[in-house]
């Protein structure tokens, strides 16, 4: 049963969850398929204007606008959740004790520090994701329950950490495994 002391370092929590909004847009949208309505757009309004059918041009236009109004959204959406975990990053006591210890087994995943004691059993843990050295680990409705690091960990560990979820079957929400 490994078990990992993690010192609270806000810089370091700042970039792996900078990391995980920036992968977690990305693959909000790729699943838009953005070239097609684009091009699709553009020949709308180069047909409009090539037949002087202003009904043509204005549907293109309305679906360029509806692209850009789609895109700045959830651009400004994920800035806006980054921003707003980033706050509560910071707004942790800086007098509270911030270090713990990872502890994770066959049976559950455990957290431990001097305040409280938690732990999560693998059974709650239904899907990850794996981008380059962090494993994204979700519940049942796809909210994030955590990010385990290889910077963190270790190498050892975290190729253990990989072996328990391949032994638990638990879904890989990408298909590269990096």
């Known amino acids: 049963m490994p078990k990992i002391e993690v010192?609270?370092?806000l810089e370091r929590s700042k970039k792996i969850f900078a990391e995980y909004f920036d992968?977690?847009?990305l693959k909000t949208?790729?699943?838009f398929p953005v070239l097609w309505v684009i091009l699709i757009t553009v020949?709308?309004?180069g047909l409009g204007s090539f037949f002087k059918?202003?009904?043509i041009q204005?549907?293109?236009i309305i679906m360029a606008l509806i692209i850009i109004i789609n895109y700045t959204y959830y651009y400004f959406y994920f800035e806006f959740q980054k921003k707003k975990h980033?706050?509560?990053l910071e707004s942790y006591d800086i007098e509270n004790e911030r270090n713990y210890y990872f502890i994770f087994d066959e049976n559950e995943i455990k957290y431990e520090s001097i305040n409280s004691n938690r732990s999560i059993n693998w059974e709650l843990i239904k899907a990850y994701e794996r981008n380059k050295d962090h494993i994204y680990l979700y519940f049942e409705n796809q909210t994030l329950f955590d990010i385990i690091c290889l910077e963190i960990m270790g190498k050892e560990h975290f190729d253990y950490f990989l072996n328990l979820i391949d032994e638990k079957q638990?879904?890989?929400l990408n298909k590269s495994r990096n």
């Open 23 to 25: 992968y977690y847009k």
């Open 86 to 88: 980033f706050k509560e």
């Open 29 to 31: 949208f790729k699943k």
């Open 7 to 9: 010192c609270f370092d």
């Open 53 to 55: 059918n202003e009904y």
């Open 170 to 172: 638990i879904i890989c």
């Open 43 to 45: 020949l709308f309004i």
């Open 58 to 60: 204005g549907i293109g």
